[in-house]
């Protein structure tokens, strides 16, 4: 919608003032002769610029949602990783009794992709945060639209999803060569879990999820959804605790 020729002739200061001015005081503004004079606003006019300050506004909001809602979402894919990160250095810098240089240098190449791949998806996030809705040719991705984009396997769900086949070979096989240690916990690389808080959170927005939509498809008679809604929660009531939760009931 075209901001009304009336709008474009005023202080921006003042259009700004009237977008944070509450809803159901919107009119009595518009109404105002002290801010828009009956002898030189018609009616028509007057009417323009309610309809135009009540669509900004909703489309305002429509996209503040929008960027809170793929902010929780890349938040969530990035928490695991800068966890495994963390766990990573510290294993890096420990010095056993036993020094061994493959294993430093099995440690180094991990710690590395883990700080590429956290950079490269920090990246990401800052260009989709920058869209809005109204981006039509480029619009906002979450991260299973971006993964999906890139053909990503399992929709880009888990941190380990975006990382190169090549390059988890190498890192999970320079491990594997590791000699063993008598009751020394073994580093396995690229493991598929998530906070137990993370996944305990994401397991009770999908199982309310997928309630809403059972209640839908109940009242509407849809019931080829219902089953495939209700085989979705049987799926989600198998997941082990700190397995991954995907944000849709339909990547179960």
Known sequence: MDTPQLLLNQDPKLVEYLLRVPRKDLVAYVQSDDLFPASTVTERQRTEVFNWLRYEKQRRRRNLLLRRAHKKLWVELMAPLKR????????????????????????????????????????????????????????????????????????????????????????????????????????????RTVPAAQHAQGRRRLAAQIKRLMDKAVTEGDMDNLQALREAEERLNTLKENEVVPPSWRML
């Not at 941190?159 to 000699?179: G, R």
């Open 84 to 191: 495994e990160l963390a766990n990573a250095r510290v294993g890096a810098v420990y010095k056993p009794a036993h020094p061994d240089p493959k294993r430093d240098e099995a440690f180094a190449a991990y710690v590395k992709c883990l700080e590429v791949l956290l950079q490269k998806l920090q990246q990401a996030y800052r260009l989709e945060a920058h869209k809005t809705d109204d981006d039509e040719d480029t619009p906002p991705l979450t991260p299973a639209g971006l993964a999906k984009l890139r053909g990503l396997e399992n929709n880009g769900v888990h941190w380990t999803d975006w990382v190169p086949f090549k390059v988890k070979d190498a890192v999970t096989k320079a491990f594997n060569e590791l000699p063993y240690t008598p009751k020394a916990k073994r580093k396995v690389p690229f493991k």
